[in-house]
């Protein structure tokens, strides 16, 4: 199956820095999907984005499709912001009828005072 | 309008016991996904529902685990015979088609220990 990679696996920014979160996929996909999921374990989708840029307040994200890998862009990191920040993507080869996703590990992020 | 909900929120059972998991989706949401996520990974995919019917099933670890939404909207995941390997957060989604566009949006979880 499809394999995700992300990097870094953890990272610790002090409140207000920037930050990068990377997402290589091995495969070509139909969806792909930023969820932020916080200390109390919920997750939120924040974009999907299987190809091109959005954006969404301070964050934005960008997919190369082509070259198999998304960017997820943190501005002006909040506190708020902690937590962890998964890539998850459908199989372009999946069977027929098939929607899941298949997660990365994960991102943990924490912003300090 | 309402999320996706689950119950219960933390089960704990002893090995060998049958428990229930229930999701309830986002109304009027066709398409329902359950995962499961253990400690420091990813969630992972066990079935899918478009509709009433088990459309992808491919991810069920073994036959003590099975779901069923029988009218279309609140699923539940069984497992028999729980095992300490099954303990791990229990995620359901819902997506509003069956189109693999669409965003998927997930309930809390079920968080299941089994002793």
């Known amino acids: 199956g499809i394999q995700v990679e992300q990097s870094p696996p953890d990272l610790i920014l002090q409140e207000g820095a920037n930050s990068t979160l990377r997402c290589n996929f091995s495969d070509s996909v139909n969806n792909l999907q930023w969820f932020h999921q916080n200390p109390w374990g919920q997750l939120i989708n924040l974009f999907y984005i299987p190809s091109g840029t959005k954006q969404n307040g301070r964050l934005s994200a960008t997919t190369v499709a082509t070259e198999r890998y998304s960017l997820l862009y943190i501005s002006s990191s909040q506190t708020t912001d902690s937590g962890v920040y998964f890539c998850a993507v459908e199989d372009s080869y999946s069977g027929a009828g098939s929607y899941q996703l298949t997660f990365g590990k994960g991102t943990k992020l924490s912003v300090i005072p | ?115």
């Open chain 2, 1 to 115: 309008g309402a999320g996706v909900s689950q119950t219960p929120s933390n089960k704990v059972t002893e090995k060998g016991k049958y428990v229930e998991l229930r999701c309830d989706p986002i109304s009027g949401h066709t398409a329902l996904y359950w995962y499961r996520q253990s400690l420091g990974q990813g969630p992972e995919f066990l079935i899918y529902f478009q509709g009433t019917g088990a459309a992808d099933d491919s991810g069920l670890p073994n036959d003590r685990f099975f779901a069923v939404r029988p009218e279309g909207s609140v699923s539940t995941l069984k497992i028999q015979r729980t095992e300490r390997g099954d303990s791990a957060v229990y995620l359901c989604a819902s997506s509003s088609t069956s189109e693999s566009t669409d965003t998927q949006y997930f309930g809390p979880g079920t968080r299941l220990t089994v002793l």
